[in-house]
């Protein structure tokens, strides 16, 4: 993959503003590629578009596959006659600035059983034979996820390693037959699965007409409850209970001094080559459905990952252990040919992870609130004047503090070092553009900016806060009072100056 300098605006469309309590792919998903492209920026970078599960996390989706269906915009479908006037009477009352996901998870879910049924007991010839077309096309991934979701359903919820013995073992006649017993409930969520990715298609078609493209991510590991587990069991380290022997996570580090324990079920490497790394093929072609360029979480899994025993309370006592991601990006790489990847290789990189990215042409990343730590930061790869041309510099990622906020709680050598090495003495008010000017003119070929940043907002509007299920993480909203046209032709006269707009 070669990028060109430019830049481009970290936001996840869940943070989009809109009435119905959650950001959608509709009207404001619009306005807000029109803005981009008034500023002058080429990407936008969302967060994994998964549907989610148990704390709302985008990085623990019940499949790798398949799209949130709370970003469905319901104004469209009402256009489409596939919801009436009438299903909006009993609205709840939303807070604009926040995702309240329980909210969500009941009332959206109703307009969504509202959606299929005017489907079906309506007069739909066009969009029938689309969703028929979609099933047929979609059927490699689409037919485990719905009987996944349809099942648990119908267990109250339940994971698969939870549920009866058959069906947890996919014992082919209980298969069978759940699938005949539940075929409206999966007719339901491949009906919901279609609306996404319609809907997806369309916006991102309409910001490849105005030169943006679409950065997406997706997590080396898939979530313990999914359809991919539940479906490919062989692939990960689960004992004959469904229960994983191993567990996913990072050791004690800059966000916390227990590590970080994940939970998520980890690859069986050995088992994957026998098959040619089929499920990564898949997934990554799944991907290139959905995105222009695909930053990969946590890269330095693939060179090497942390193997935490289960169960366990905390991160610390898990052991490094090699992956085969040399092997299977080669596979990769010869099915689906070069690979738009962008690696996100934070923490603790060895030289074998280095090689790794190098060895594809992988751009990696730095980060601007990790450059001006400890003594002697001057070594400091993430410095600006170090960072090297195949990197994509951040002020902050969804995982750091706003950079307002970075800024009000940094140490004071840090304030320090960033006021020697830049000669400038910012305030809380204007340090977070001071910074993005920063990013801007590094060498890096791809500057990206989380839109609080842009807004200069504080820590309480950061998405999230790593190693905890706070109330506030991935729920926060922006004001569209906020994206002025003003902001915009600042964005762009800063992307000229520094030479990110061809």
Not at 241 to 255: E, K, N, R
Not at 394 to 408: A, L, S
Not at 412 to 425: A, P
Not at 443 to 469: C, F, H, I, K, Y
């Amino acid at each position: 993959m070669t990028l060109q300098r430019s830049s481009g605006v970290l936001l996840h469309p869940t943070s989009l503003p809109g009435p119905y309590g959650i950001g959608e792919l509709g009207a404001s998903a619009r306005h807000f590629v029109d803005w981009l492209a008034q500023a002058g920026q080429r990407y936008w970078q969302v967060m994994p578009l998964g549907p989610t599960g148990y704390g709302d996390s985008p990085y623990q989706a019940f499949s790798a596959f398949a799209g949130n269906p709370y970003l469905i915009d319901l104004t469209t479908l009402r256009e489409e006659g596939l919801l009436h006037d009438t299903d909006f009477e009993a609205m709840p009352a939303f807070n604009p600035r926040r995702v309240d996901f329980g909210t969500q998870f009941v009332w959206r879910n109703q307009m969504l059983d509202r959606a299929y049924a005017h489907f079906i007991y309506g007069e739909h010839a066009e969009l029938t034979a689309a969703f028929g077309a979609f099933k047929a096309q979609e059927a490699g991934w689409l037919d485990d996820y719905a009987l996944f979701m349809a099942l648990k359903t119908a267990h109250g919820g339940l994971p698969w390693n939870a549920w009866e013995q058959a069906l947890r073992d996919r014992d082919p006649q209980a298969l069978a037959s759940a699938r005949e017993r539940l075929e409206g409930a999966i007719n339901r969520v491949q009906f919901v699965q279609f609306l996404f990715f319609r809907q997806w298609t369309a916006l991102r078609e309409y910001a490849r007409e105005r030169g943006v493209q679409i950065i997406g991510d997706i997590p080396i590991f898939v979530a313990l409850d999914s359809s991919d587990a539940w479906a490919n069991r062989d692939e990960f380290y689960f004992d004959d209970q469904g229960q994983p022997t191993v567990v996913a996570g990072v050791p004690p580090d800059y966000f916390s001094e227990t590590g970080q324990l994940w939970g998520n079920p980890l690859y069986n490497w050995p088992k994957m080559k026998e098959d040619g790394f089929g499920w990564w093929i898949r997934r990554f072609q799944g991907s290139l459905k959905l995105y222009d360029i695909i930053r990969v979480d946590h890269f330095r899994g693939f060179a090497g990952y942390w193997e935490i025993p289960y169960p366990a309370e905390t991160a610390m006592n898990g052991r490094w252990v090699p992956a085969l991601g040399h092997e299977m990006f080669e596979a990769v790489r010869a099915a689906l040919g070069s690979l738009p990847i962008i690696a996100e290789d934070l923490g603790v990189i060895t030289p074998d992870v280095e090689k790794l990215r190098d060895d594809f042409g992988f751009p990696g990343m730095a980060v601007l609130q990790f450059a001006f730590g400890g003594g002697d930061f001057a070594v400091n790869d993430f410095l600006p004047g170090n960072i090297k041309e195949n990197r994509v510099v951040y002020t902050g990622t969804h995982d750091n503090d706003t950079t307002r906020g970075w800024w009000r709680h940094a140490d004071e050598s840090e304030r320090h070092n960033f006021r020697v090495y830049t000669s400038s003495d910012p305030g809380e008010d204007t340090f977070a553009w001071q910074l993005t000017e920063v990013a801007f003119g590094t060498r890096a070929v791809l500057a990206v900016v989380p839109l609080q940043d842009l807004l200069n907002l504080g820590s309480e509007d950061r998405m999230n806060l790593p190693g905890t299920t706070g109330d506030h993480n991935w729920t926060w909203r922006y004001d569209p009072a906020a994206l002025l046209p003003s902001l915009a032709d600042r964005l762009r006269e800063l992307t000229e100056r520094t030479g990110r707009r061809a």
